[in-house]
């Protein structure tokens, strides 16, 4: 089955430690995104990507990094110097090169916890 | 600034009919999203609209009214997995989602 596959589904982290959440798509799709939710706010854009080997910035991309070496996957790092970081982190890919021009397809996410 | 209002939390009867709405005040405008979300899942695509009117989609229906910055999401016949939050999201003018906070739907038998 096509579809986005996010791990690990649940982490814990002590503070100092880098972390790397994994994404991986099989649908062909040329843009992938990473998304952070927290309770009471909507959806906010980290990073996008809209091809391999590039990557942009989103709104709040600071204290993570992101790499596009190959069309299936897209890892987050979230960084020690991200000073808020316990969340829940949504991966996603779409056929079309912006978010807001067709569906997004979402991974299961990742719950990221520091301890 | 941009901004997307949305009830935070709704509570509706198995059965019944419940209509979430959405307004929303943007910079440039090029449709609106509508994403169910069952908790700690992933967020699945409801609908589409960027022209003004209804859109029926089986038990699910959306609105939109691009002069009043506002639409609804209208589902009927509701059933236990309805319970979910709907995220509501609005493509500005250079085609990046801004999003609601979404409501959370209760559903009681």
């Known amino acids: 089955d096509g579809g986005i596959t996010q791990s690990p589904k649940y982490l814990f982290r002590k503070e100092g430690q880098n972390v790397t959440l994994s994404c991986e798509q099989n649908?062909?799709?040329?843009?992938m995104y990473w998304y952070r939710q927290d309770p009471g706010q909507g959806l906010r854009l980290i990073y996008y990507?809209?091809?391999?080997?590039?990557?942009q910035k989103g709104d709040i991309a600071e204290g993570y990094s992101v790499s596009r070496e190959k069309k299936e996957s897209f890892p987050l790092t979230v960084t020690s110097a991200q000073k808020n970081p316990t969340a829940f982190y949504l991966c996603?890919?779409?056929?079309?090169?912006?978010?807001?021009?067709?569906?997004?397809?979402f991974g299961e996410g990742s719950r990221l916890t520091v301890l | 600034g941009q901004n997307i209002d949305q009830p935070t939390e709704m509570t509706a009867t198995e059965g019944a009919i419940v209509q979430i709405n959405c307004t929303y005040q943007?910079?440039?405008?090029?449709?609106l999203f509508w994403y169910q979300q069952h908790a700690g899942e992933a967020p699945t695509f409801l609908s589409y609209?960027?022209l003004d009117g209804l859109e029926e989609k089986g038990r699910f229906s959306s609105f939109l009214s691009r002069s009043k910055g506002y639409s609804y999401l209208l589902l009927k016949e509701l059933q236990m997995k309805d319970s979910a939050s709907y995220l509501c999201?609005?493509?500005?003018?250079?085609?990046?989602?801004?999003w609601g906070a979404g409501t959370k739907l209760i559903i009681k038998p």
């Open positions: 996603a890919s779409s056929a079309n090169r912006d978010p807001g021009t067709g569906e997004l397809f």
């Open positions: 649908l062909n799709h040329d843009a």
């Open positions: 990507s809209q091809i391999v080997n590039d990557f």
């Open positions: 943007t910079s440039g405008f090029n449709g």
């Open positions: 609209n960027v």
């Open positions: 999201a609005v493509s500005d003018s250079n085609y990046q989602l801004i």
